[in-house]
């Protein structure tokens, strides 16, 4: 899914997609009481480039997904609500059908992979754990 295909699905599921400051983070999605999603970009990530499709996509994956947590969560719950955002971006970004036809034409490097999908090489580092091994667990394999 391009970038641009990204903003239409929030705009077309009523997410706002705002330019807020997050240097820690550089982007973030909240659900106020009523159950309405908002997504926050810092600037730094609002360049056009891999950057800006990878958080875009993972904060679309916590609002279409409903996970979110907050600062009293446990540790283990808040990196679950994590995994299931960064799966679904996962999708969205790299088709596994894509990957595999990657791989098969010769892109196996983790920086060539990321080239071609537009994302990061730690994001494809996640999608190849999670077609593979089934988590996103790269700290185990890479």
Not at 7 to 30: E, K, W
Not at 115 to 134: L, M, N, P, S, W
Request: aromatic share 10%; with cysteine.
């Amino acid at each position: 899914m391009e970038t641009g295909a990204l903003y239409d699905l929030a705009a077309q599921q009523n997410i706002p997609v705002l330019s807020f400051p997050l240097p820690q983070t550089g982007s973030m999605s909240v659900m106020d009481e009523a159950g309405a999603c908002f997504i926050g970009m810092d600037a730094a990530v609002l360049d056009g480039t891999t950057q800006e499709r990878v958080h875009l996509s993972h904060e679309l994956g916590h609002c279409l997904t409903g996970s979110f947590y907050n600062r009293y969560a446990p540790r283990d719950s808040r990196q679950r609500h994590e995994n299931r955002a960064d799966k679904w971006a996962i999708t969205a970004l790299i088709p596994v059908d894509d990957l595999d036809d990657a791989v098969a034409q010769g892109c196996t490097e983790v920086w060539d992979l990321a080239d071609r999908f537009g994302v990061t090489e730690d994001f494809i580092k996640k999608a190849v754990c999670y077609y593979v091994h089934g988590n996103v667990a790269t700290e185990l394999y890479f």
